[in-house]
């Protein structure tokens, strides 16, 4: 089945080859290190000018004079390459790619350490906040566990989270290069959008900067949101477009039920990013462990029909004592439905 133009799947998917090829990420990911180096040095001077009262005082306000706040900055240049390298996951696997996305979440939370850190204007008064060392506590917990949630999703689902070998359309049987040629091209179709996204809500911070610095108004962003919010929400349905898709290579019960679990935990992320401390840490963790149960209960539906298939001598006794299943398949080594 080809849902879109052939001419059309073949330039972005050699498009997409080209995007992620090791040396453009290699490239790519050094450009994103010295932009993490030049915000932090960025933001650690405004805030000494902010600290001699050099500045504004509107902008004083919105800076802060803690220089633990400028620990936020590089971190946020970091997760941008995360949801650069989850839409390059994309066409791999659906398994590595919802991995992708619990590990940007979890940056997320932990990033929510940085600027609660923050508020603290010396480690005496930490006493004195509770409500502040609460959300600290909660992020860094969570942080933690999702770490290790995250490591046990990829290990019961036989995945690795290192970036696959994008293999030529040509190597790959018919049906299964048409599958992966359509994902290269959601792909980047996604990575258009998000920086149409990026691009829109880097504008909206710049009006909200200027309202409060010039104007005076109260901010009405949330700069730990922002962006993420709609990055989930469109995810969600790129899920459920993969979902379908695969089912043209796999419509068997356990891989549809597998797929379509996925779905709802990117539904789950998606929700927690909408919350505060501690729901959002809460949903977050449950939207991983149910991943993890997800994986690891399709693993042994795997187990338990390949061990089926051979206990059984014919195809006819096979289809006598369980009923007629489709054909199990190995998974192929990348660019799989898995």
Known sequence: MTLIPQSMLNRLSAAYRAVASPSVL???????????????????????????????????????????????????????????QLVLTLPASMTVSLG?????????????????????????????????????LWNMGGGVGMFALVAAFYHVSLRSPRPTVVRPLGTLPARVANFVAHKRTLAMMLAALLFILAAGHLGAWCLDRYEVLVLGH?????????????????????????????????????????????????????????????????LALLAVLFGVVVAGTHRYWQWLLDTQLEEQPSPVAFETDTGSHPPITAPEPHEHTH
Do not use: C
């Open 100 to 136: 992708k996305q619990f590990e940007i979440v979890s940056l997320i939370i932990l990033r929510g350490v940085f600027k609660d850190v923050a508020k603290f204007d010396a480690l005496a008064s930490i006493g004195r906040q509770q409500d502040a060392l609460t959300d600290i």
């Open 26 to 84: 290699h490239r790519l990911e050094r450009t994103v290190i010295r932009l993490s180096m030049l915000g932090l040095a960025l933001h650690l001077l405004l805030v000494a000018l902010a600290r001699a009262q050099v500045l504004p005082p509107s902008l004083t306000a919105a800076l802060g004079t803690s220089f633990l706040a400028a620990l936020y900055t590089p971190f946020s240049f970091i997760l941008f390459f995360e949801v650069l």
């Open 218 to 282: 109260t901010s009405v962003l949330d700069v730990d949101r922002i962006f993420y919010l709609d990055l989930f929400t469109v995810m969600v349905f790129v899920d459920v477009a993969v979902l379908l898709l695969s089912m043209e290579l796999d419509s068997a019960y356990p891989m549809v039920f597998r797929n379509a679990g996925y779905v709802i935990a990117t539904i789950l992320l998606r929700f927690s990013l909408s919350l505060d401390t501690p729901w959002a840490v809460a």
